[in-house]
């Protein structure tokens, strides 16, 4: 049994770019979700799909985007980047209603 | 919507000596609760968990937690901490009986165990 991955682990980006994240759910869960963790806090919750829809949104921007594809693997989507999203990113995967299981996370740095 | 405090931002303790890590939470519907461990550029590991039953949940490495529902409080504890619990402990807490996963964590407890 895989767990969750997520890649890149690390990634520096400009101020105004796109990025893509990306992770792999672990074997079997059907729900992925997304975190932002930004440095001495903790993890605030971005968005959850579950079968490909996304069933619930936190307080982020529509700038923060994402899709969840057949195999369960999803992307996180970030226009426009900001100083502000410096962070690290988390994503979640579960089996709907069970414990979610983290990503090492991937370590965003706009400059 | 739900909210959590953790009332301590660093907690330094002695090797072998006991700990107490508080979190608070607050909630309008049932909830289940979490804690999670984050060690240094590493994502979050479960690490126990309170969905119902038994209000006394325990981990494989000593770790427990009292789920009290009456003070809103869900404290987590270990007898005796060796050096390798050094890390930061994440408390959460999620809407019960949904199958929706949102989690809402604390601002965290930084765990530093001096030998």
């Known amino acids: 049994e895989t767990g969750v991955t997520q890649s890149p682990t690390h990634l520096i980006k400009t101020r105004g770019q796109q990025v893509t994240l990306r992770c792999s759910s672990q074997?079997?869960?059907?729900?992925v979700s997304w975190y932002q963790q930004a440095l001495g806090q903790g993890p605030q919750f971005i968005f959850q799909y579950y079968r490909e829809e996304e069933n619930g949104r936190g307080n982020f921007p529509p700038r923060f985007s994402g899709l969840q594809f057949p195999n369960y693997s999803s992307e996180l989507n970030v226009n426009a980047l900001e100083l502000d999203d410096s962070a690290l990113y988390l994503c979640?995967?579960?089996?709907?209603?069970?414990?979610?299981?983290f990503g090492q996370g991937t370590r965003l740095t706009v400059v | 919507a739900q909210s959590v405090t953790q009332l301590d931002s660093q907690v330094p303790v002695f090797e072998e000596a006991p700990v107490e890590l508080r979190c608070n939470y607050s909630s309008s519907v049932s909830v289940y609760l979490f804690w999670y461990v984050q060690y240094p550029n590493q994502g979050l590991q479960l690490l126990l968990k309170y969905l119902s039953g038994s209000t006394l949940v325990e981990s494989i490495n000593g770790f427990e937690a009292e789920f009290n529902k009456s003070q809103t409080s869900f404290h987590l504890r270990k007898p005796s901490v060796h050096i390798s619990d050094t890390a930061e402990y994440f408390c959460?807490?999620?809407?019960?009986?949904?199958?929706?996963?949102?989690?809402?964590f604390g601002q965290g407890t930084i765990l530093t165990v001096h030998p």
């Open positions: 959460a807490v999620r809407a019960g009986g949904t199958s929706y996963g949102k989690l809402t």
């Open positions: 074997s079997g869960h059907n729900t």
């Open positions: 979640a995967s579960s089996l709907a209603g069970s414990e979610a299981f």
